[in-house]
């Protein structure tokens, strides 16, 4: 399986982005997408992910309200959309395929990330 990560750029505060994962390989039906994003110093931490049957979604709690995740099975792609961005979401952002989990160790294919930067 091999996710490619797209979208990223530079963004003023309160502007909006939207991230794609596109997957390749033989990818399970069942397999849930999931974002994850490291800032600068800091750990990767989750923020959302959804199920493979794209029925169920799951973010983190700071996320829940700016953020969507949807999957569109025709394109094998899993998008992130960000609203109303602030600059601590600054991070590279990662998806990951894997269990219906927040937790890294749930994912076991990883993208190589895209750089969101949120600047005035």
């Known amino acids: 399986v091999q996710l490619q990560a797209s979208g990223g750029g530079t963004v003023q505060p309160g502007g909006s982005l939207r991230l794609a994962c596109a997957l390749s390989?033989?990818?399970?039906?069942?397999?849930?997408t999931g974002w994850f994003r490291q800032a600068p110093g800091k750990e990767r931490e989750f923020v959302a992910t959804?199920?493979?049957?794209?029925?169920?979604?799951w973010y983190t709690d700071s996320m829940r309200g700016r953020f969507t995740i949807s999957r569109d099975k025709a394109k094998n792609t899993v998008y992130l959309q960000m609203k109303s961005l602030k600059p601590e979401d600054t991070a590279v952002y990662y998806c990951?395929?894997?269990?219906?989990?927040?937790?890294?160790?749930?994912?076991?294919?990883w993208g190589q990330g895209t750089l969101v930067t949120v600047s005035s």
């Open positions: 959804i199920s493979g049957p794209g029925s169920g979604a």
């Open positions: 390989g033989r990818i399970s039906t069942w397999d849930a």
């Open positions: 990951a395929q894997g269990r219906y989990s927040d937790s890294e160790s749930a994912y076991t294919y």
